[in-house]
């Protein structure tokens, strides 16, 4: 059986940093990390291990920013890394010379050196890997592996260096902003690169040099000052059906004495697009389709919620069978609105409609962004429009979720127009650019309302109204029964006939924290169980350990 270690600055019992975890991880173990900044440099040569964050995608960051070393590095060994947020400073953010890395979900950064750095027979598996910042974003020497679905942009200088004989598969993958190159194969690298999007460069998109033979099929290079494709005297390789627009003369440019092979295919409509996966010849994925529509009925609640995404879904498919069947499709907005208290599950809800649509091909990538008035507001005239830009353009290919959206309106703000500002520029980049964004705006209904009337051209950008209801008493003592069997807790007879009674007569106003409320009373029965477990005199079994009874109930209702 796999051992799970769970690392927590305030929970009783677990390791309050990830190298105390570490320390008495054995072998195979898992490191669960509960949401925070974890200020450490972590060490792991020879270790087979995994880091994962416990809770969302994000929520763990790993800040080596000060420590004068990689924040995660190893020798030798098999690492994992799953959701966490990796900040390097002067050296790379995550670095691994030999063993196999791989990497899940991760956000990688760095000061000025290379984000993610892999090297001497390395074997990478990176997937929907972002990686923002950095001299470099990801440097491949002498090693192998599959990058997949990932994204580097606003690096300093190359975005993507393969070198060293290194023969990577690049695949479905996006470089934008990079500050020179954005991809650099030489030194004899033989990597294949597939459908991958190259966009505003310092100078050419994909350059290969130095005796490097490649294989770069179905790429889209574009708005780039330099070339979009500059391969080198003496190199090899493939180029075939690759498309380049607004880079300079000439797109494509093969030196003399190289002996590439430069293929121009003919335009197929079943193609897929640079930068997106595709999981049929249509473009979508049905089998993904299937498991997320899965993942969303097992939520507890939500009857109606859950109507309407197949609603979308649904609809979105049969535009697909119109459109390959040469009939017209009408335009289709993705934007949403969700409505109704917090806690009932509107954000894991813009999750997954986010990667639906990236499984039926209509975004590229389904990567989430929530914001919030603070992250779209600036502090003078100007200052705004800059901010809400910065962060739709993040939020292209994926999902923009804005929590609490009615502080934005004039009724809500606190900081004169600004947020005025801030709507006025959604409403212009959501139309620019609806069929390449979903923008989901969440709040209490009543607040959302005035919000919409806050531009008259707001309310008709969203395709429709989502309504989120409060949690029924049955439902949230479902749901408290579920956190705590994820947490290997067992309910002792009579304390679901408890919880039932405590959530039926609390106020349940549009205040309620719902499913919130049910972790928060679960937190405390947790203490309450500390509490009762240290008064009996004698070290508690696992079965003690394990179990939550009424008594509990009481205390933490108290």
């Known amino acids: 059986m796999v051992r799970v270690l769970t690392v927590s600055s305030d929970r009783p019992g677990a390791c ?37 964050a416990a809770g969302e995608s994000g929520s763990v960051t790993v800040d080596g920013e000060a420590a004068g070393q990689p924040a995660i590095s190893f020798a030798g060994g098999e690492v994992t890394l799953q959701g966490l947020v990796v900040k390097g400073g002067d050296h790379p953010a995550v670095q691994a010379t030999g063993g196999r890395l791989r990497m899940e979900k991760c956000t990688v950064g760095a000061g000025y050196a290379a984000a993610v750095s892999v090297g001497d027979g390395t074997r990478l598996d990176a997937v929907e890997v972002t990686v923002t910042g950095g001299q470099h974003g990801m440097v491949i020497s002498d090693a192998g592996g599959t990058i997949e679905q990932c994204e580097i942009r606003d690096v300093a200088e190359d975005g993507l260096i393969i070198r060293l004989g290194a023969d990577p598969t690049v695949r479905n993958c996006t470089v934008v902003n990079s500050g020179f190159r954005g991809m650099y194969v030489y030194q004899a690298a033989r990597p294949t690169i597939e459908r991958c999007d190259v966009s505003a460069t310092g100078d ?58 430069l293929r121009e295919s003919e335009p197929a409509a079943g193609r897929p697009k640079a930068g997106v996966s595709s999981g049929s010849s ?115 290919g994926g999902v923009l979720f804005i929590d609490e959206a009615y502080t934005l309106s004039r009724a809500g703000s606190t900081g004169g127009d600004f947020g005025q500002e801030a709507i006025d520029t959604l409403v212009k980049l959501m139309e620019d650019h609806r069929d390449q964004v979903a923008v989901i705006v969440a709040g209490y209904t009543a607040e959302m309302a005035a919000f919409l009337d806050a531009n008259s051209g707001l309310a008709s950008r969203f395709a429709k109204t989502l309504e989120f209801e409060n949690y029924s008493p049955e439902q949230l ?46 937190e405390g029965m947790r203490k309450a169980q500390s509490g009762r477990l240290r008064a009996l005199g004698r070290m508690p079994s696992r079965d003690d350990l394990r179990t939550l009874v009424l008594d509990d109930l009481l205390v933490a209702t108290r």
Not at 21 to 49: K, M, T
Not at 287 to 292: A, G, H, R, Y
Not at 348 to 366: F, H
């Open 282 to 396: 249509t473009g979508q994925d049905e089998q993904k389709v299937d498991e997320l529509l899965a993942e969303l009925d097992s939520m507890i609640g939500l009857d109606g919620v859950k109507a309407e995404v197949r609603s979308l879904i649904d609809e979105i498919q049969v535009n697909e069978w119109r459109r390959n069947a040469g009939l017209s499709v009408g335009a289709v907005s993705h934007h949403l609105i969700f409505t109704g208290a917090p806690g009932t599950g509107k954000t894991t809800v813009a999750r997954l409609y986010g990667q639906l649509l990236k499984a039926l091909g209509v975004l590229p990538n389904g990567l989430f962004r929530e914001v919030a008035r603070r992250d779209l507001v600036g502090q003078y005239i100007g200052h705004t429009a800059e901010k809400t830009s910065s962060v739709f353009n993040e939020a292209l």
């Open 204 to 261: 050419a998109g994909i350059v290969v040099a130095l005796q490097s033979g490649p294989t770069i099929v179905d790429c889209w290079v574009h708005d780039t000052p330099g070339v979009g494709i500059d391969v080198g005297r003496g190199c090899g390789g493939v180029v075939e059906g690759c498309r380049t627009e607004h880079t300079a003369e000439p797109g494509v440019r093969i030196a003399e004495g190289a002996t590439t092979v």
């Open 16 to 52: 309050p940093t990830i190298s105390d975890a570490l320390e008495i991880a054995p072998d195979g173990a898992v490191v669960s990390i509960e949401p925070g900044v974890y200020r450490e440099a972590l060490r792991l040569d020879g270790r087979r291990i995994t880091l994962s």
């Open 477 to 522: 003592v479902e749901i408290v029964g579920r956190i705590a069997r994820n947490d290997d807790y067992v309910l002792l007879d009579g304390l679901t006939d408890g919880l039932l009674e405590w959530f039926g007569q609390i106020d349940r106003d549009q205040n309620f924290g719902n499913a919130r409320e049910a972790r928060k009373l679960l």
